[in-house]
């Protein structure tokens, strides 16, 4: 019987591993210069983290989380997202005492047993990024600034693609929310028998929950719900209109959408999310917040925090499309890089161990050199190059070091070289310059 990945799993294959690899490095880079710095965090936690942080009501702790014994019959979850693994890393190492900000970033695999689908994985990466420090606008203006500028960083070169949009909310504090939760309430409760069953079950548990509902009825009863923003404290609204200011300062467009709720108790006041063209029904791209509490909640001391974490996958997808369709940017460029530069072709015994040699030094230069050492023809060997797509081919031969000539062949001009030579090391020499000039 055939064995298949497990399902919402995926493989990456060189092309996606290059177009993923290529996003990291942007992103790292950005985020370096914001002094973030980068940690790795366990996959594994104890359960009890997630229920705690989370919330025990919410969509991700009820059915999505990934949950098991292991041997010691401890409860165990693969991490659904990185900020309660943070916040227990920041609390257990100490590290709240450290000077602020405390700035980190991690990248890596998250879990959460959903229906697979575009743009939904049960293991999806994400770059998830945390900065703990002040209640401050202005850090949240720079953090939504961040995130904007990492997503819109594969434009670098080209005309910017007006493909993000910027949604933001504020979810209000402990003071203004439980009035506007409980009107919410009453008024899911009013219009119960035309929300979903889901949303049902949410209204006692997790209203707000509700306002993130995608089913066509349900939206339509969300739209005329109480919207929060009238609730606001003065604190709250204070803070809010300041955030909005700074954006309108520095020029980041956004849209105020005053249903936007997250899906992770822990959230305070402010909170965005980042959808993107082209990524159908999943199109949030990146989300985050605020999160002041949860480090209290978790054990630790007062610490307002906020972050965000950016789904590569989407990402990926709204940059260079998928299966279906063609992205905005082409990934050709990037995955040139995955062809050999060069091809030795080694006929006879003399050219293996010399062409052995030839492709150590190569190698050394940094060139991504290949080579078969099976004993075939001249013409089959080309056709090999050819089918590897490798830049350039390098031909070698008893004759050819007879005579101290070799043949370098341009795969793609289809044009060839004499490479005139002393001995093998000058003969590397030339090649690698003739190679490095051509690539
Ligand atoms: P959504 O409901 O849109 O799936 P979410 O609110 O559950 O998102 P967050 O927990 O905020 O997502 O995660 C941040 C980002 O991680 C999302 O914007 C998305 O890009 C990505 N993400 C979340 N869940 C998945 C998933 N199952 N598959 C792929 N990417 C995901
Ligand atoms: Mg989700």
Same mark, same amino acid.
């Given at each position: 019987m055939k064995i298949q990945a497990v399902r919402g799993f995926k493989d990456w294959l060189p092309e996606e591993f290059a177009k993923y690899e290529y996003l990291i490095e942007l992103a790292k880079n950005i985020l370096k210069t914001y002094n973030y710095k980068e940690i790795k965090i366990p996959i594994l936690e104890k359960t009890e983290l997630f229920v705690r942080s989370i919330g025990e009501f919410t969509d991700i702790v009820q059915k999505e989380t990934y949950t098991f014994q292991d041997r010691n019959k401890e409860f165990l979850t693969l991490r659904p997202e990185a900020t309660a693994g943070i916040c227990r890393m920041i609390i257990e190492r100490g590290?709240?005492?450290?000077? @602020?900000?405390?700035k980190f970033f991690t990248v890596g695999p998250m879990f959460r047993h959903e229906r697979p689908q575009k743009g939904r994985l049960r293991e999806f990466f994400q770059i998830d990024v945390e900065l703990f420090s002040e209640l401050n606008p202005y850090i949240e203006a720079e953090i939504i600034s961040l995130a904007m500028e990492i997503l819109k960083a594969p434009f670098f070169q080209e005309?910017? &693609? @007006?493909?993000y949009t910027l949604e933001i909310n504020s979810l209000g504090c402990s003071e203004c929310r439980p009035k506007y939760r409980e009107d919410l309430l009453k008024f899911l409760e009013e219009n @119960?028998?035309?929300?979903?069953d889901t949303c049902k079950e949410r209204i006692t548990r997790n209203p707000l929950r509700v306002l993130d509902c995608k089913i066509e009825t349900c939206k339509k009863v969300i739209s005329k719900s109480p919207i929060i923003t009238e609730y606001f404290c003065e604190d709250c609204n204070a803070h809010f209109k300041n955030l909005k200011e700074i954006l309108d300062f520095i020029g980041i467009r956004y849209v105020e959408n005053p249903r936007l709720v997250r899906g992770?108790?822990?959230?305070?006041?402010t909170i965005f999310e980042i959808k993107a063209k082209g990524?159908?029904? &999943?199109?949030?791209?990146a989300a985050g917040g605020r999160y002041d509490y949860l480090l209290e909640e978790l054990g630790g001391p007062y610490l307002p925090a906020i972050g965000f974490a950016i789904g590569l996958e989407r990402w990926s997808i709204s940059i260079f499309g998928d299966e279906e369709k063609g992205g905005v940017l082409s990934s050709e460029k990037l995955l040139e @890089?995955?062809?050999?530069?060069i091809f030795l072709i080694l006929l006879g015994k003399e050219s293996l161990i010399k062409g052995f040699q030839l492709a150590t030094f190569l190698r050394k230069k940094g060139l991504r050199c290949e080579v078969t050492y099976e004993e075939k023809s001249l013409k089959a060997q080309l056709k090999n190059a050819d089918k590897l797509s490798a830049k350039y081919s390098l031909i070698l031969g008893e004759e050819e070091f007879k005579k101290k000539s070799a043949v370098l062949r341009d795969m793609r001009k289809s044009i060839q070289d004499n490479i005139e030579f002393k001995d093998l090391e000058d003969l590397s020499v030339k090649v690698f310059e003739k190679v490095k000039n051509g690539v």
């Open positions: 590290l709240f005492v450290n000077p @602020k900000p405390l005309k910017e &693609q @007006k493909i @119960k028998e035309n929300l979903c992770l108790d822990y959230y305070v006041r990524l159908g029904a &999943q199109d949030t791209v @890089k995955l062809n050999p530069d």
